[in-house]
Nanobody
Framework: QVQLVESGGGSVQSGGSLRLSCAASGYTFGSGYLGWFRQAPGKEREGVAGIYSTGRTYVADSVKARFTVSQDNAKNTLYLEMNTLKPEDTAMYYC???????????WGQGTQVTVSS
């Protein structure tokens, strides 16, 4: 059974940084897509960044140049480094795994990120 556990969320001021972690158990890195999604109140869930089985990364245009996704296979952990945070980045951030970015089979419980102006 795949389990995804996020950590690292919190409250920061605009311009600050956070690093989210996703500890993945029961999941084989490189077997599919592993990534981050977010959902703000009243908005649809959106893909933020992730890593395909080929090692290629995806980063949404809205966060490109500010967010970096990476993984540590030895630690079975996915990371999301978020810099120059903006109030519009405020959302619940979820770790997710699936066969592709559009076919997600597993979700974490989420970690809240709040950016104040």
């Amino acid at each position: 059974q795949v389990q995804l556990v996020e950590s690292g969320g919190g409250s920061v001021q605009s311009g600050g940084s956070l690093r989210l972690s996703c500890a993945a158990s029961g999941y084989t890195f490189g077997s599919g897509y592993l990534g981050w999604f977010r959902q703000a109140p009243g908005k649809e869930r959106e893909g933020v960044a992730g890593i395909y089985s080929t090692g290629r990364t995806y980063v949404a245009d809205s966060v490109k140049a500010r967010f970096t996704v990476s993984q540590d296979n030895a630690k079975n952990t996915l990371y999301l480094e978020m810099n120059t945070l903006k109030p519009e980045d405020t959302a619940m951030y979820y770790c997710a795994a699936g066969s592709s970015r559009y076919l997600i089979n597993y979700w974490g419980q989420g970690t809240q990120v709040t950016v104040s102006s």
